[in-house]
């Protein structure tokens, strides 16, 4: 058996509205690979990340510190390309999170920034080397 993730799918507001998104996995390095009017699928590492319209709109803002999920963590690549990523990701839809302990909230060994985007979502951009 392999470990790991398959996927994963997570349900926003709007998947049409996905730019934010759009941009931040490419720049991952995940690739556009299956399109629909209610979402999207992205796909790196053999896995792939579902964005999909939710059926069941309560509220469009995802609250991280409800019950759920509370981020997503992405390789990032060099301390450079996440630096790169945390400067450009304002221009793009997200905000830094924490940027006064940047790049170390998580301690000092664990290099990465922590953004947010406009419905709630936070994810975590952590540096390889």
Excluded: C
């Amino acid at each position: 058996m392999t470990a790991g993730f398959h996927h994963v799918e997570l349900w926003v507001a709007d998947a049409a509205d996905s730019d934010a998104w759009a941009w931040l996995l490419e720049r991952l390095g995940f690739v556009l690979v299956q399109e629909w009017p209610e979402g999207s699928s992205w796909a790196a590492g053999g896995a792939y990340l579902t964005l999909t319209t939710s059926p069941n709109l309560t509220s469009a803002e995802h609250d991280r510190r409800r019950a759920g999920l509370n981020h997503l963590a992405f390789h990032g690549g060099s301390r450079d390309a996440v630096d790169a990523l945390i400067t450009d990701a304002a221009l793009h839809g997200w905000r830094p999170l924490y940027a006064e302990r940047y790049p170390h909230a998580g301690g000092a060994e664990h290099y990465a920034g922590w953004l947010e985007n406009a419905a709630g979502f936070k994810v975590e951009v952590v540096a390889g080397d």
